[in-house]
């Protein structure tokens, strides 16, 4: 599924690493619900072909949950281009975590394996909702009762 598009060039933003697999762990440094995932690879020798993405609550991903794993398509190669890349858009089950990985298990032929980009999408807090909904209320109420008077 295609995700969003930004205009920078995929040297801008990278994750390179040297062999054909590579594993790349984030610690988003508290836990945060998501459920889904943009993934701009890096292009169709160095990017990502086969890989899985995992969710834990400890950083050692003993007990990780598989949130996806499938292939990445191939991104245009326009390295010194301020053409907008498109990203591959990942829809999963909402997961709340502190940790996630991405295991890349091959790529598309090259000494190196890399990424462009990733972008979580975080699920908001029901607290922060409800919150919102509240002062959105109140103003409401401000607004009428001043009307009044």
Do not use: C
């Not at 062999?19 to 836990?31: E, M, N, Q, R, V």
């Not at 020798?45 to 969710?55: K, S, T």
């Not at 409800?130 to 009762?145: E, Q």
């Amino acid at each position: 599924m295609q995700g969003p598009v930004h205009n920078s060039g995929p040297e801008e933003n990278i994750w390179l690493v040297g062999g054909s697999s590579a594993t790349l762990d984030l610690d988003f440094g508290a836990i945060v619900s998501v459920d889904g995932l943009a993934i701009w690879n890096k292009d169709s020798v160095f990017g990502v072909r086969d890989f899985q993405l995992l969710a834990s609550s400890d950083p050692s991903f003993a007990n990780a949950e598989i949130l996806y794993a499938g292939t990445l398509g191939i991104q245009p190669d326009n390295a010194n281009s301020t053409v907008p890349t498109t990203s591959e858009r990942i829809d999963f089950q909402e997961t709340s975590a502190r940790y996630f990985q991405i295991n890349a298990f091959n790529n598309h032929g090259a000494s190196f394996v890399g990424l462009s980009e990733l972008a979580f999408a975080v699920v908001p807090e029901p607290q922060g909702m409800a919150m919102l909904a509240i002062g959105v209320f109140l103003i409401g109420f401000m607004a009428r009762h001043n009307r009044r008077a």
